[in-house]
């Protein structure tokens, strides 16, 4: 996931960065990639019992935070005075960034300069969580030994931690997710007496009737680099399926993967999905007022229907994940979604765990947050919060919820990106005309290729 650092829109100047930026907001982990896992690494059998530092009540914290977090770190040390902090500013992972990898292995090496807590992409997670040959303990603290309570971590929307479990522990918390939702234009849905779908049937056949009906008009993209994760994760595909922590399964011709991949090529036929993408140059302003539906990530509303398509208020609607006919129980996709780690060598840990749990569950900080937290009482302030949802034309408080506890965990949390074999061999694939279908192979291939560079074990079935 991925899920989902992110580009800063202060540093792109451009509409589309500034939604490119949203996803870092809820992580760059999706766009751009994440970062590059420590191949250096044991494996998990060998990990020992987490043993803290010497603990020293009152002492400094050092926290990393990217621009983007930085204003809440900062408000936390205004609230509390007492708390010694010193804060740092860095990537967060943006653009698939490996720098707090390659401090964290020299600090190791040096024994000492480790932050306390750090803001991060969820694959961070992958390494983090691991012991290096080196013989340095992970670097993050599994917050469920002792130091989080189970109450405070059962309050994350279901499924929302496990990027951050490994080895049977919870290495980080989770800061927002972006869950997947039927986004449509209700203006134009009113309009021309259509009717939100609720199955993956019905919005094929609606996808074609547009197609004829209104040439032009589009309800949906798989031209961006995070598109595999709203509709082929949404469809409980198993291309990134970890069945034991050095295992992975990739089986694009999994049922599951194919009926994703022909509904799609229905609709990229009959021109209602485009295999151009939404955050590809020039489509704002050519085709943005023309999306009559996007099947996406929950920082859609804000960040690609209000920033860059600007559409009017009050035109843009939010519908629960679709579900395929004969199957009751949704599932859904997720592209973005940041984390919180407590480093494993504080010396005050009882400080350095408050600021995160602060950070990712108060309704101070949360509500005002720029993308969806995936704590569900902080998420609930968040909806309350009118920035957060008067631009729509319904109540998006309903579907958000339905699908933040919706998101399939049959998608894991890899050691490597789930966007670069999509964007290497399947965006190229499409542009050139083949159909989806006949790229599935070539996709798997590649899914293959970079899970045993990072010393995965791989399973086709």
């Keep these: 996931m991925r899920s989902s650092g992110s580009p800063r829109a202060a540093r792109r100047r451009t509409v589309l960065r500034t939604a490119a930026a949203a996803l870092s907001l809820a992580t760059a982990a999706v766009l751009a990639g994440c970062a590059s896992a420590d191949t ?6 060998s990990q020992a019992a987490f043993k803290p530092a010497t603990q020293k009540d009152g002492s400094q914290i050092t926290v990393w935070a990217d621009s983007t977090r930085l204003p809440s770190v900062k408000a936390y040390q205004k609230a509390n005075p007492d708390v010694k902090m010193k804060i740092v500013t860095y990537d967060g992972g943006a653009d698939g960034s490996t720098y707090l990898q390659s401090k964290v292995q020299l600090f190791d090496r040096t024994g000492s300069g480790w932050p306390d807590v750090v803001f991060g992409s969820p694959t961070d997670v992958t390494w983090a969580s691991e012991p290096t040959k080196s013989g340095a303990q992970p ?5 469920d030994d002792k130091l989080v309570p189970k109450s405070t971590l059962d309050g994350f929307a279901k499924g929302s931690l496990t990027p951050c479990e490994f080895n049977g522990h919870t290495y980080c918390l989770r800061n927002d997710i972006a869950q997947v939702v039927l986004w449509y234009n209700q203006s134009l849905m009113d309009k021309w007496g259509y009717q939100v779908p609720t199955t993956w049937e019905d919005y094929e056949a609606l996808g074609k009737k547009v197609a004829k009906d209104h040439p032009g ?9 995070n598109s595999h994760e709203s509709y082929f994760w949404s469809g409980q595909c198993p291309a990134f399926q970890l069945t034991k922590p050095d295992t992975l399964r990739s089986d694009l011709q999994d049922p599951k993967c194919t009926r994703t991949a022909k509904l799609l090529d229905s ?13 590809s140059q020039g489509f704002a302003k050519d085709s943005g007022s023309k999306v009559l539906m996007a099947y996406g990530p929950s920082w859609y509303g804000q960040y690609l229907f209000k920033a860059a398509f600007k559409a009017p208020a009050k035109q843009i609607a939010a ?17 973005g979604g940041g984390v919180w780690m407590v480093s494993s060598h504080s010396a005050n840990l009882k400080a350095s765990t408050d600021l995160a749990t602060w950070l990712t569950t108060s309704d101070e900080n949360q509500a005002a947050a720029p993308t969806y937290p995936a704590y ?3 998420a609930q302030a968040w909806l309350a919060n009118p920035a957060n949802s008067d631009y729509f034309a319904n109540d998006v408080s309903k579907p958000f919820q339905e699908a933040a506890n919706e998101v399939w965990t049959g998608w894991s949390n890899t050691k490597f990106p789930d966007a670069t074999a999509w964007s290497s061999v399947v965006l190229p694939a ?3 005309g083949k ?27």
Excluded at 139 to 143: C, V
Excluded at 267 to 279: E, H, R
Excluded at 452 to 461: F, P, S, T
Aim: hydrophobic share 40%; net charge neutral.
């Design 435 to 461: 159909s989806l279908t006949s790229t599935l192979p070539a996709w798997q291939q590649e899914i293959s290729n970079e899970a045993k560079a990072q010393g995965y074990k791989v399973v086709n079935k």
């Design 319 to 335: 519908a629960s994940p679709l579900t395929w006919k004969g199957e009751t129980t949704a599932a859904t996709g997720n592209v």
């Design 430 to 432: 499409l542009t050139a």
């Design 267 to 279: 609709l990229i036929d009959a021109k209602a999905v485009t295999t151009k993408g939404f955050f």
């Design 217 to 225: 008009y589009l309800v949906g993209s798989v031209g961006d680099t």
């Design 40 to 45: 250096d690494t044991e494996p998990s059998s």
């Design 376 to 378: 569900t009482k902080a």
């Design 139 to 143: 670097f993050a603290a599994p917050l």
